[in-house]
């Protein structure tokens, strides 16, 4: 069974690996400012703090414009908990809907990557 560090370990990784690539090649091939959202706020879950969408928005040099138009949609569909206007000051955190959207799609990930992984 995947212990919920391991799932922690691994968003920490997507993270300094969208950042290289970020660093490498043009940033605006890879711009997926939600996905970096649901990833600093996974992390932070795991690491028992709470961070602001203009914390995330400086760390992965998202535009806080295009950060408060998606913590304004995410709250709307229930994945982060928040005062749903977009404001970058507000202390955020994943619902558990959004927790649960998150662990899954990460236990799908490293299933991916072990079958990869026993391929070779």
Do not use: C, Y
């Not at 992390?43 to 998606?70: C, F, L, P, Y």
């Not at 749903?84 to 959207?101: I, R, V």
């Amino acid at each position: 069974m995947i212990q919920q560090d391991d799932f922690a370990l691994l968003a920490m990784a997507l993270l300094r690996i969208r950042r290289a690539r970020a660093r490498n090649l043009p940033a605006d091939l890879f711009s997926e400012p939600a996905w970096d959202l649901l990833l600093e706020l996974f992390v932070a879950d795991a690491q028992g703090s709470r961070i602001t969408g203009g914390e995330v928005s400086s760390r992965n040099g998202i535009h806080d414009s295009v950060m408060s138009k998606w913590l304004r949609h995410m709250t709307k569909i229930g994945l982060l908990i928040g005062d749903g206007t977009g404001n970058l000051n507000d202390l955020l955190t994943l619902s558990a809907k959004g927790l649960a959207a998150m662990e899954n799609t990460l236990s799908e990930t490293l299933t991916a990557a072990g079958a990869v992984t026993s391929a070779d």
